[in-house]
């Protein structure tokens, strides 16, 4: 079982940065695929980002490529979202997800966090 959990939300202003964390339990995640998605208010769930475990790929929303970079930190278990240059459209919730094969669909990931809220304001 992999417990995955959020930290790092907050209320920013507009061309602020954030990092989010997203520490996982099971210490065996060489194998998994660490997923960043988001969900605004009356919309559906989006995919953010994700990561492999090793570090050797990365894939980005054409939203946020550019001023949003994921990593990772194998000796802490966790892997980061750094959010910069933020917008009010990027206000969700944030949450991590580990999964076995890597890609955007939300079906991918078998765990899930409880979510961090991101809100910025212009």
């Known amino acids: 079982q992999v417990q995955l959990v959020e930290s790092g939300g907050g209320l920013v202003q507009a061309g602020d940065s954030l990092r989010l964390s997203c520490a996982a339990s099971a210490r065996t995640l060489s194998n998994h695929v660490m997923g960043w998605f988001r969900q605004a208010p009356g919309k559906e769930r989006e995919f953010v980002a994700a990561i492999m475990w090793t570090g050797s790929r990365t894939d980005y929303a054409d939203s946020v490529k550019g001023r949003f970079t994921a990593s990772r930190d194998n000796a802490k278990n966790t892997v980061y979202l750094q959010l910069n240059s933020l917008k009010p459209e990027d206000t969700a919730v944030y949450y991590c997800?580990?999964?076995?094969?890597?890609?955007?669909?939300?079906?991918?990931?078998?765990?899930w966090g409880q979510g961090t809220q991101v809100t910025v304001s212009s």
């Open positions: 997800a580990a999964g076995g094969f890597f890609g955007r669909d939300f079906w991918r990931y078998d765990y």
